[in-house]
């Protein structure tokens, strides 16, 4: 099953368009997917897998998180966060759907069901919150404390214990016996997965993550209109025990607890299926950003001409010009797929091109080992190649992900150093380079050593194209 990615604007409450991208796999009924915080659609490419066979399944990056642009507020609350599942829906063309939602995505689409119920056909809700008002005050003033990036990324450290600890602790900050957590793990893979989503949202994970955690209980009152809804949660989740705390429910929900995540899904799923209603999403791309045959992310101009590729390593945010169109190379920046072979780049590259662009190309350029790339791919196309600029080409550190989080502040250490030296690795009087102006501006590095950490294969392709 085929997940494709997309990018999407909508228009909020008060008039202002923000870009959102989304996961969409599947084909029948849709049904609209909200992730938690800090996390993005990204966690939900195992679910989209499994339900695809029976819905068109739709799963937005929420506000600030993922690659979605954050909400026009300074402190948006959970109302905000629905009104955005509204915005979305609307943009894609439903005007009712199905959904589900898991700890903070069922905290908003409880909240959503209750602001408008009629965009509603069902909703199963895994692992919803009923917060004390102990707990909102505990966690207003510990759980979420802003995110500031530091010049020296003292900040990722921090994220890497603060993901790390958040499955032998809850709340993650409360590290004694009596708030251990059933399913502690130290799995590094996971682990480095949540961490790139919180560094993809940035100063936005504090906003997102602390308007869910004061939330209140928001079910519908006694004769109020609802959807069927239900509520449910597997053994080891610490918001399992909040179902105790929901009190009488409405006519149509329903609240379950069961031993095992996959209990809950076959719950939900079969919820969901029984429920769902007729739909058809006719999205409308934006014209200066998307995806391409292949899953291949582009920026800019797609009738420039000029078609320009990024280093490896690199990002197409970093070498995008006006006036021209750049892609995410593979395994780089938002594309999806994988490559280190030049022949298979090439491929990939070329087919992308075919659909996206909308006027002749005339020029094809690259940075660094992207100049052979794009020499070749010139030729290939019958463009006249620019000429390559000579190697030896700079590498990217060794960023495998190990346990204690070390890969996330090589990327870091790399990214300052780029910014001062050519190459970045032979700092020296004799390579110092003009720093440009805000290149070493936390926000700048911060977007870098995430494009560094996305970049998988660079070294690969770099000595492959050597060879």
Same mark, same amino acid.
């Given at each position: 099953?085929?997940?494709?990615?997309? %990018?999407?604007?909508?228009?909020?409450?008060?008039?202002?368009?923000?870009?959102?991208?989304?996961?969409?796999?599947?084909?029948?009924?849709?049904?609209?997917?909200?992730?938690?915080?800090?996390?993005?659609?990204?966690?939900?490419?195992?679910?989209?897998?499994?339900?695809?066979?029976? %819905?068109?399944?739709?799963?937005?990056?929420?506000?600030?998180?993922?690659?979605?642009?954050?909400?026009?507020?300074?402190?948006?609350?959970?109302?905000?966060?629905?009104?955005?599942? %509204?915005?979305?829906?609307?943009?894609?063309?439903?005007?009712?759907?199905?959904?589900?939602? %898991?700890?903070?995505?069922?905290?908003?689409?409880?909240?959503?069901?209750?602001?408008?119920?009629?965009?509603?056909?069902?909703?199963?809700?895994?692992?919803?919150?009923?917060?004390?008002? &102990?707990?909102?005050?505990?966690?207003?003033?510990?759980?979420?404390?802003?995110?500031?990036?530091?010049?020296?990324?003292?900040?990722?450290?921090?994220?890497?214990?603060?993901?790390?600890?958040?499955?032998?602790?809850?709340?993650?900050?409360?590290?004694?016996?009596?708030?251990?957590?059933?399913? $502690?793990?130290?799995?590094?893979?996971?682990?480095?997965?949540?961490?790139?989503?919180?560094?993809?949202?940035?100063?936005?994970?504090?906003?997102?993550?602390?308007?869910?955690?004061?939330?209140?209980?928001?079910?519908?009152?006694?004769?109020?209109?609802?959807?069927?809804?239900?509520?449910?949660?597997?053994?080891?989740?610490?918001?399992?025990?909040?179902?105790?705390?929901?009190?009488?429910?409405?006519?149509?929900?329903?609240?379950?607890?069961?031993?095992?995540? &996959?209990?809950?899904?076959?719950?939900?799923?079969?919820?969901?299926?029984?429920?769902?209603?007729?739909?058809?999403?006719?999205?409308?791309?934006?014209?200066?950003?998307?995806?391409?045959?292949?899953?291949?992310?582009?920026?800019?101009?797609?009738?420039?001409?000029?078609?320009?590729?990024?280093?490896?390593?690199?990002?197409?945010?970093?070498?995008?010009?006006?006036?021209?169109?750049?892609?995410?190379?593979?395994?780089?920046?938002?594309?999806?797929?994988?490559?280190?072979?030049?022949?298979?780049?090439? $491929?990939?590259?070329?087919?992308?091109?075919?659909?996206?662009?909308?006027?002749?190309?005339?020029?094809?350029?690259?940075?660094?080992?992207?100049?052979?790339?794009?020499?070749?791919?010139?030729?290939?196309?019958?463009?006249?190649?620019?000429?390559?600029?000579?190697?030896?080409?700079?590498?990217?550190?060794?960023?495998?992900?190990?346990?204690?989080?070390?890969?996330?502040?090589?990327?870091?250490?790399? $990214?300052?150093?780029?910014?001062?030296?050519?190459?970045?690795?032979?700092?020296?009087?004799?390579?110092?380079?003009?720093?440009?102006?805000?290149?070493?501006?936390? $926000?700048?590095?911060?977007?870098?050593?995430?494009?560094?950490?996305?970049?998988?294969?660079?070294?690969?392709?770099?000595?492959?194209?050597?060879?």
């Amino acid at each position: 099953m085929i997940i494709t990615r997309h %990018f999407i604007d909508v228009t909020d409450p008060d008039g202002s368009r923000r870009r959102v991208h989304y996961r969409r796999a599947g084909s029948g009924r849709p049904l609209l997917l909200i992730h938690q915080s800090p996390r993005s659609s990204a966690e939900y490419e195992p679910l989209l897998e499994r339900w695809a066979p029976h %819905f068109t399944c739709l799963a937005p990056d929420t506000p600030g998180f993922g690659e979605s642009a954050p909400l026009p507020h300074a402190a948006p609350d959970v109302n905000a966060y629905a009104d955005a599942v %509204f915005a979305f829906m609307d943009a894609v063309g439903l005007p009712r759907a199905a959904a589900y939602g %898991f700890h903070s995505g069922a905290i908003t689409l409880i909240t959503a069901a209750q602001r408008a119920p009629q965009r509603f056909s069902a909703i199963a809700a895994e692992g919803y919150a009923v917060w004390t008002d &102990a707990e909102r005050a505990d966690f207003a003033a510990r759980y979420t404390p802003p995110y500031t990036l530091m010049p020296y990324g003292e900040h990722l450290t921090w994220t890497w214990s603060r993901i790390r600890e958040q499955s032998w602790f809850f709340p993650w900050y409360a590290a004694d016996d009596a708030h251990r957590l059933p399913r $502690a793990h130290d799995d590094v893979g996971h682990n480095h997965a949540m961490v790139m989503d919180v560094l993809a949202a940035g100063p936005s994970y504090a906003l997102g993550y602390g308007a869910m955690l004061q939330a209140p209980r928001d079910l519908p009152a006694p004769g109020d209109p609802t959807p069927p809804v239900l509520i449910s949660g597997y053994d080891g989740d610490p918001l399992q025990a909040h179902i105790d705390r929901l009190g009488d429910l409405p006519p149509g929900w329903a609240a379950e607890k069961h031993s095992s995540p &996959a209990g809950t899904e076959a719950a939900a799923l079969a919820w969901l299926q029984a429920r769902a209603e007729p739909g058809f999403p006719l999205p409308r791309a934006p014209d200066d950003e998307g995806y391409t045959m292949n899953q291949l992310h582009w920026l800019g101009d797609r009738g420039a001409g000029h078609v320009h590729l990024h280093a490896p390593g690199s990002a197409a945010e970093f070498a995008h010009v006006r006036g021209q169109l750049t892609l995410d190379l593979p395994g780089h920046g938002l594309s999806v797929p994988e490559a280190t072979d030049p022949e298979l780049i090439l $491929a990939l590259l070329a087919e992308g091109l075919e659909p996206l662009a909308t006027a002749a190309i005339t020029r094809i350029t690259g940075d660094g080992a992207s100049s052979m790339l794009a020499a070749r791919l010139a030729e290939q196309l019958r463009v006249t190649p620019d000429p390559i600029i000579p190697g030896p080409w700079p590498r990217l550190p060794d960023l495998t992900p190990d346990r204690f989080g070390s890969h996330l502040t090589r990327a870091w250490s790399h $990214a300052r150093a780029e910014a001062a030296f050519d190459p970045w690795d032979a700092p020296g009087a004799a390579t110092a380079r003009t720093i440009p102006a805000g290149a070493l501006d936390p $926000a700048r590095l911060h977007r870098r050593a995430l494009a560094s950490l996305r970049s998988r294969g660079a070294n690969a392709i770099s000595q492959a194209l050597e060879d």
